[in-house]
């Protein structure tokens, strides 16, 4: 899927190349396209998006280090989204966006905590328990998500030169993960990393608006990153291999994003 993902970005790449030739390049005898367009109030449109998602992990000093050994890892995945767009025209040079979508996501952490065996005496913070053996099951979690993505963002455009036009924007986020499992009675000791269910990030973008004839095209770079922490700790009772590891988990992501409007 990796792979195929990036072959598709590349071809993306190489159109968009090609078509900003044509709209930037050959200047005699044309004419501006859609020349109203950006003077609606109002404007719709949909997105698709190529997305890397990946966790920040901030570790426990005791239970997810080893002197200087990190006992826990992430590993990013490429996925997919798709959305809609709502424009609000504020001036000549400011937009209100509203761009709902979905983004689908599966990320793998990895644990390599057999060595905190040596709290089974217990500490101030877990009892006592048992030390078990993990298994290769036990020391990966695939986290799966879907988050249903509300962002609200401000964007900023230059002045057209001739049929594109340069913008940055930024805002807020909120994000519902469909997939969170955070009211599940299972934990790690049953395979499941649960979510919290709410979050909220922020987000900045920028890329380069085409106009052609009959849509304008809009290839940008996001990038969103989570101000809460996403996971939810196992039960009390469960022994400290898995998120007694982990201080704090937030997402992070990289969107390559192709809007139509």
């Known amino acids: 899927m990796r792979n195929t993902l990036l072959k598709t970005n590349i071809l993306t790449a ?3 190349a090609g078509l900003a030739s044509a709209q930037l390049f050959r200047t005699k005898d044309r004419m501006d396209n859609l020349e109203g367009f950006d ?10 998006a190529g997305n890397n998602f990946d966790y920040k ?42 761009e709902p979508g979905l983004q689908f996501v599966e990320r793998e952490i990895m644990f390599d905590t057999q060595s905190n065996d040596k709290y089974a005496a217990g500490t101030t913070q877990y009892p006592a328990f048992t030390p078990r053996e993990l298994t290769d099951a036990d020391k990966v979690r695939n986290v799966k998500s879907t988050y249903v993505d509300l962002p609200f963002l401000i964007e900023i455009h230059g002045d057209r030169w ?18 969170s499992n955070s009211t599940a009675a299972d934990d790690n000791s049953q395979g499941l990393f649960r979510t919290t269910s709410s979050n909220f990030a922020w987000s900045a973008e920028i890329g380069i608006q085409f106009y052609f ?3 304008k095209l809009t290839p940008g770079f996001r990038g969103t990153f989570m101000m809460n ?7 009390p009772d469960t022994p400290p291999y ?6 704090g988990a937030k997402t992070r992501a990289l969107m390559f994003v192709l809007k139509f409007e």
């Open 162 to 179: 001739y049929n594109s036009r340069p913008y940055a924007a930024a805002g807020v986020n909120w994000l519902l993960n469909l997939q």
């Open 57 to 98: 992990l901030v570790l426990d000093p005791k239970y997810g280090m080893d002197r200087q050994k990190s006992l826990v890892q992430t590993k990013s995945s490429y996925s997919f989204g798709a959305g809609l767009i709502g424009k609000f025209r504020l001036n000549d040079n400011f937009d209100l966006r509203f």
């Open 213 to 215: 004839s009959r849509f």
């Open 229 to 235: 922490n996403e996971m939810v700790a196992d039960n």
């Open 242 to 247: 898995w998120s007694a590891a982990i201080s």
């Open 39 to 48: 003077n609606q109030k109002f404007s719709y449109g949909f997105y698709l």
């Open 14 to 16: 190489v159109c968009i």
